[in-house]
């Protein structure tokens, strides 16, 4: 089978091809270089494109015969969704499109893409099961859930199949500790509290002690980016043999707070993590906690990595590599 891994150098991608090396499947990666290492891309051959370059993009497609496709590609930061939403629709939404067009006059009819717990905004419920109504509380949010309706009416009009996989809190690093999250401006919570415990940052911000919750900090589901890369061969594999459509959560059906990372890390650092209390930050629900009962059973996905030991530690391992960079 030959797969497409759109996005492949970025954080997640780049775990997702450090895995496929231990498969036998033929693999070839789309990406704009916007973030990520060329490095990264293990040896398989890139394609340097924008998906906004459509006509590039379909000339790519038609060069080869992919089976599958991987999208991996995405803006991510909440706060940006807010100032340029512009930026997010092109990126997220419009080039999704675009690739989605592209596979259709070639008749690619498969592909994996990376949803998002934010699909669901603050939850009515929790543990959050795939059933939960749509209901993203910022723009980032909006243009995952766009998408997601935009792959039901593509399986209504030409038979697409695809699996959506709304990952909670994606986190770690390899454990091998050779590749790791790294976003610029970086802005999430691990990454950030390590950089602090390195000492590559002062102090960690801590958005907002006023919830609704145990310690008034914002819980959330972690889950190692290995168990993420894991559920996408899982997946892979299940829409291959059944040619269904799917929409899986990826979390582990446990919450952190904020409060508990930071502890968790000066454990492992052994390093005084000095904290500043701040306000809340905008878009960020109070509590996300994924009901993963449906990817357990129907895909036997097993998270080998996702304790918040293995998680913090990894990252810490990576941090490490990092600082001396
Ligand atoms: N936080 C801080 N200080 C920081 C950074 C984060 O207190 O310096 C808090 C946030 O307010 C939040 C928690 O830590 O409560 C986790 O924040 P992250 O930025 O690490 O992650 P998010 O929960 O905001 O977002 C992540 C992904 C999104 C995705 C979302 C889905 O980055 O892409 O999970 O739940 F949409």
New binding site residues.
Partial sequence: MKILVVGGIGYIGSHMLKRFKETNYDIEILDNLSSGQKENTLNYKLHVCDLSDKETVYKILSEQNYDLVMHFAAS?N?EESYNNPKKYQQNNVINTINLLDCMKNLKINKFIFSS???VYGEPEHLPVTELHPFNPVNP??DT?AEVEKILKSYEESCGLKYVSLR????CGAHLDGTIGEMHDPE????P?VLQVASGRKKH?????DDYPTPDG??V?DYVHVMDIVEAHILAMENLTNTHKSQVFNIGNKKGFS?NQIIQMAKEITKVDIPIKIQGR?KG?PAE?IADNKKIMNLLNWNPKYSDLQTIVKSAWNWEKTLKIK
């Avoid at 802005?187 to 691990?190: A, F, N, Q, R, V």
């Avoid at 960690?204 to 907002?208: A, D, E, K, N």
């Fill in positions: 991510i909440v998002s717990a934010a980032y949010g995952k990952y909670f809190n994606a802005t999430h919570l691990i950030l960690i911000s801590v958005f907002g900090t914002c959330r904020v930050r960020d996300l």
